[in-house]
T-cell receptor
Framework: GIQVEQSPPDLILQEGANSTLRCNFS?????LQWFHQNPWGQLINLFY???GTKQNGRLSATTVATERYSLLYISSSQTTDSGVYFC?????????FGAGTRLFVKA | EAQVTQNPRYLITVTGKKLTVTCSQN?????MSWYRQDPGLGLRQIYY???????DKGDVPEGYKVSRKEKRNFPLILESPSPNQTSLYFC??????????????FGAGSRLTVL
């Protein structure tokens, strides 16, 4: 089956710094989503991005489907950005999650 | 408010005592699915349903059952829970599955402990 790998596994940032999170997938997928899991465990959809680039405030994402990767950019990070970021690849009706990137933003 | 509702949110039970975790969505979504989250492993799909009476196995279906008798409900059944099913469980739904508009919306999660 499809493998989804995320990097880095852990990331510590000073408030105001920028970062790039990466998601690689081993085969073609129907689409890809990015989620943020906050410290209370809630999973919040950030982007639905099978291809191309989208932006939402300080966050943006790019998926290059032909090269099987997606990137999530966080600019001017804030302490509220802390948590775990997951990418999820959808293949047919199955969803495969990466192991996540754990982000901690220091004040 | 459009949402996916799971119950119970927290449960401690004992080995072998059957339990059901309910999941309900109010968005008329066709696709629903269950996941478990374990430290270091991300989320793994247990079962999914493409529509009423249509279900299929995900990556970790052993020890679980599901049913989809109504469009809005997709309960997860543990017939004989074991300690290795201690986990955080999430239900999710989307308008359609497959290559369609399947933006997943998640419930708040159910933390299950099996002693």
């Amino acid at each position: 089956g499809i493998q989804v790998e995320q990097s880095p596994p852990d990331l510590i940032l000073q408030e105001g710094a920028n970062s790039t999170l990466r998601c690689n997938f081993s085969d073609s997928v129907n689409n890809l989503q990015w989620f943020h899991q906050n410290p209370w465990g809630q999973l919040i959809n950030l982007f639905y991005i099978p291809s191309g680039t989208k932006q939402n405030g300080r966050l943006s994402a790019t998926t290059v489907a032909t090269e099987r990767y997606s990137l999530l950019y966080i600019s001017s990070s804030q302490t509220t950005d802390s948590g775990v970021y997951f990418c999820a690849a959808l293949s047919g009706f199955k969803t495969i999650f990466g192991a996540g990137t754990r982000l901690f933003v220091k004040a | 408010e459009a949402q996916v509702t799971q119950n119970p949110r927290y449960l401690i039970t004992v080995t072998g005592k059957k339990l059901t975790v309910t999941c309900s969505q109010n968005m008329n979504h066709e696709y629903m699915s269950w996941y478990r989250q374990d430290p270091g492993l991300g989320l793994r799909q247990i079962y999914y349903s493409m529509n009423v009476e249509v279900t299929d196995k995900g990556d970790v279906p052993e020890g679980y059952k599901v049913s989809r008798k109504e469009k809005r409900n997709f309960p997860l059944i543990l017939e004989s829970p074991s300690p290795n099913q201690t986990s955080l469980y999430f239900c999710a739904s989307s308008l359609v599955g497959g290559s369609g508009a399947n933006v997943l919306t998640f419930g708040a999660g159910s933390r299950l402990t099996v002693l």
